[in-house]
């Protein structure tokens, strides 16, 4: 069981939501990746709201081309983390943003799992249902779930793009690239 064991990919996300001036978790980090989600979430349901077949087939591929995308993106992660040293503090400093990048992309990788998975069973769940001219949507629970999760992966999502662009940043600060004669 320990070789799928996705719980340290959590925390170790998790452990990336610190405010660095205290050195602490940041309550405002938590409340933006998990609050927010749990209200648009909860927003969503108040209002009956759910996924159409169509919706979720939209889903599903999308969130299917993520994974296998950020699954690439963790490769990336890894060589440009390996091709380049700096003086100590420097590297420490590196060392730490580049493993929380990689933090961030293996559980954004983890929820577009979640997100194929839930599509997957709502979509059989709505087939199953018999066929009538009633657009069918997804029940309260896999609203929830599949609302809450792509909020949470959107936000993860921009938080990754912000790190590599800043890495790229600090890379190309350190080491222009040479013009072509």
Not at 13 to 39: E, K, N, Q
Not at 56 to 84: K, P, Q, R
Not at 174 to 179: E, F, T, V
């Amino acid at each position: 069981m320990s070789k799928i064991d996705v719980w340290p990919i959590v925390t170790n996300h998790l452990r990336t939501l610190v405010d660095y001036s205290s050195g602490g978790a940041s309550r405002f980090d938590f409340f933006l990746f998990f609050g927010i989600p749990l209200l648009v979430s909860a927003s969503l349901l108040y209002f009956k709201w759910g996924f159409s077949v169509d919706a979720l087939n939209a889903l599903l591929a999308a969130f299917a081309i993520f994974a296998g995308l950020l699954l690439n993106l963790l490769i990336l992660v890894f060589t440009f983390s390996t091709t380049t040293t700096y003086a100590n503090a420097l590297e420490r400093v590196r060392t730490q943003f580049v493993r929380e990048l990689h933090n961030n992309v293996a559980y954004a990788v983890l929820v577009s799992i979640v997100i194929v998975v839930v599509s997957l069973v709502a979509i059989t769940r709505l087939g199953d249902e018999g066929t009538s001219n009633v657009v069918k949507h997804t029940g309260p629970y896999s609203t929830f779930i599949l609302v809450y999760l792509t909020v949470n992966f959107m936000l993860t999502l921009l938080m990754i793009l912000k790190r590599i662009h800043r890495l790229m940043n600090e890379r190309l600060d350190r080491h222009p690239l040479s013009k072509a004669s």
